[in-house]
């Protein structure tokens, strides 16, 4: 049955907004939305579907999720050197395997303000809180990520960033080649280990 109690431009909102929270995801809402701002309309279906999906994405993000706690958590470290950069550009993506976890501040308008969201091969699993709890479903994604997070604290932040930009030639922190000889020795370039504080060259 076709959803009557909203409008196209009300089902787009919605899964705007929990798009940029990182709930939503996948090619269908995508496209749906890509339509939307082509178009300027949604069939009945595509209103229904994209109002369901969007209230199921806010309804998982309410519920498990939604743990808070003042105490530091496991990954602290990682919020504080994230939260050097600018707010609106921080993210990390190491690929180790099979998997690619990204690592991203949400949003300082969204409803996780200082929180940071993680994905998994493009598939949203969890956040950061800013204290360093790790709060995500259980599943293989979550222990992919886990892992990460572990060797970077174990390792410690900046080294294990330098590490892997050394090891992969990628730059873990904008995700970019890394073609200057210098900085293929320090594992960063110079842009990022100005953003970052991190000594080079």
Request: proline fraction near 3%; aromatic fraction near 8%; glycine fraction near 8%.
């Amino acid at each position: 049955m076709a959803d009557k109690t909203h409008t196209p431009q009300e089902a787009y909102d919605m899964m705007a907004y929990q798009v940029s929270e990182g709930n939503l995801t996948g090619n269908f809402v995508t496209s749906m939305m890509r339509q939307f701002e082509t178009k300027g309309t949604l069939s009945p279906k595509q209103t229904t579907w994209a109002v369901k999906l969007s209230t199921e994405a806010a309804h998982k993000e309410s519920d498990p999720m939604a743990y808070e706690s003042d105490d530091e958590g496991d990954y602290i470290e990682v919020v504080q050197f994230m939260k050097k950069a600018d707010l609106k550009k921080a993210r990390m993506t190491f690929t180790v395997g099979r998997l690619t976890t990204t690592l991203y501040l949400a949003p300082a308008h969204g409803k996780n303000p200082d929180h940071i969201y993680v994905k998994c091969n493009g598939k949203y699993v969890g956040k950061v809180t800013p204290v360093g709890h790790l709060v995500a479903r259980d599943g293989y994604y979550k222990m992919g990520a886990q892992a990460i997070l572990d060797d970077m604290v174990a390792t410690g932040i900046e080294t294990y960033v330098l590490s892997y930009g050394k090891k992969s030639g990628n730059c873990c922190l904008c995700s970019r080649t890394l073609t200057d000889d210098r900085s293929l020795v320090a594992g960063v370039g110079p842009i990022c280990a100005k953003r970052y504080g991190i000594q080079w060259g």
